[in-house]
């Protein structure tokens, strides 16, 4: 599934009636209050919240990860928004008598509307059209922002376990009053304003996880609302446990059902999705892989590309900070800078095109009857771009600096890294040496290439 499908009025108006149905229940309720039934049972709380913020701890690593890979700060934000939430909704599972502490923690009872407040201010924000510099800025401070809030929860955790004020009193509140209304009323806005952003972003670039993601904020505010009116261990109480976990509930469910390898590429904000870089592209592929293929078993064919790439996507990758594009059979594609963060892009490149011949040639001592890497690099202003369709998708790079670098790469010499000029104009003194102009396909004029020899 390409995540993608029309969302008509009548649509729309279903989708609405039942976003809805949950506050006209709780308004029920509080207007009935003999409807408010009374069902106090420890285990079933505990383990649906537990269920609650694992679903939502899942959702923030999923985002997390996808975030950091591609240096996408609406993600980012999104995926800290369901760490906070899952952290504090995690300390109110174990406000359950009887689970970590035998009576009531205040500071635990009440740490579900704190997270849930904390994840609408980066759910808001991450609504927000961001810059380039602003969202580079902020993935630059990505791991300080997440051990930042991962600091707050175990600090708000310590807070409530020695009993700090305000969190000393040992009557937890049933519902919010005084300061508590200040956050709820907040985080409901936030929502809402977030919900309204998700479908203004909806409109302009359809994607079903925008508004699953919109339809989570809308149950998360109403679960808000249930917090602040509800009665403890009551319907209206259980209503907001049963509406967070059916908020998490549905954008686990619509990442499930998109392609694994961009799942979240509904979120990502412009520039991420098909915005432009300076980038440099390392190929590599190994020369005399066919013959070798057909002379040998395929268990050893196997075998011998996993030792290759066991040496050589380490250091381009953990080393010098590359991005593994694609690996097709023999041969693999490097992107670097693909996130705007590297403006030494063509030195990262540069390096890790050495580091792999010289991982690659301590194996040919030892299997001098193996294939050996031809590495080819060049650099230029490519198109990040989100491809694919139903069945399919993934993130990666088009232009004519892509396809230069593969020729690049084909007129290397067996293992050898060869650069294009325009990647050693990036590599100040480098030492390289020509290898004459070449003819490539589909180039009008010849491409001058050099052998990189040290940088």
Request: proline share 4%.
């Amino acid at each position: 599934m390409n995540g993608r499908h029309p969302f008509t009025r009548p649509h729309a108006a279903i989708a609405i009636g039942a976003l809805l149905l949950p506050l006209a229940g709780l308004a029920l309720l509080l207007a009935a209050p003999e409807l408010d039934v009374r069902w106090e049972h420890h285990p079933s709380h505990f383990w649906l919240v537990l269920a609650a913020g694992t679903i939502n701890a899942a959702l923030a690593y999923a985002t997390g990860s996808a975030a950091r890979r591609h240096g996408d700060a609406r993600v980012f934000l999104v995926s800290l928004g369901f760490l906070a939430a899952a952290g504090f909704l995690g300390l109110h599972a174990l406000a359950t008598p009887g689970v970590l502490l035998e009576e009531s923690n205040t500071g635990f009872v009440i740490a579900t509307p704190i997270g849930l407040a904390v994840a609408a201010v980066l759910t808001a924000a991450s609504s927000l059209d961001l810059g380039v510099a602003t969202a580079t800025r902020l993935m630059s401070h990505a791991r300080l922002a997440q051990n930042g809030l991962i600091g707050l929860m175990v600090v708000w955790a310590a807070a409530s376990l020695a009993g700090a004020p305000p969190l000393d009193d040992p009557s937890a509140p049933e519902r919010a009053s005084g300061a508590l209304l200040v956050p709820t009323v907040a985080a409901v806005g936030l929502y809402a304003f977030a919900v309204a952003r998700y479908l203004g972003i909806y409109r302009r670039n359809p994607s079903g996880m925008l508004l699953w993601m919109a339809a989570a904020f809308a149950l998360l505010a109403e679960a808000m609302i249930a917090v602040a009116l509800g009665r403890n261990w009551h319907a209206t109480w259980w209503e907001w446990h049963l509406l967070m976990l059916l908020a998490f509930s549905l954008v686990a469910w619509s990442a499930h059902r998109q392609w694994h390898e961009e799942r979240f590429s509904g979120l990502y904000l412009s520039e991420t999705a098909s915005g432009r870089r300076e980038i440099t592209v390392l190929f590599a592929d190994l020369e005399g892989f066919t013959s070798f293929a057909e002379r040998n078993d395929p268990d050893e064919v196997s075998a011998m590309l996993n030792e290759f790439f066991e040496v050589a996507i380490p250091p381009v990758v953990e080393q010098h900070g590359g991005e593994i594009d694609r690996i097709v059979g023999d041969a693999l594609m490097v992107t670097f800078n693909t996130r705007g963060d590297q403006a030494d892009h063509a030195v990262r490149a540069a390096r890790a095109g050495l580091a792999i011949q010289a991982a690659a040639a301590e194996i040919a001592v030892r299997r001098p009857d193996w294939p050996r890497f031809r590495v080819g690099i060049n650099s230029g202003e490519v198109v990040l771009s989100v491809l694919g369709t139903k069945g399919g998708r993934t993130r990666t790079v088009v232009g004519d600096a892509v396809n230069t670098a593969a020729r690049i790469e084909a007129n290397a010499p067996v293992g050898g890294v060869a650069v294009g000029a325009d990647t050693v104009a990036r590599l100040g003194a480098a030492r390289v040496e020509s290898l004459g102009a070449v003819a490539v396909k589909g180039k009008a004029e010849p491409v001058e290439i050099y052998r990189l020899i040290a940088v």
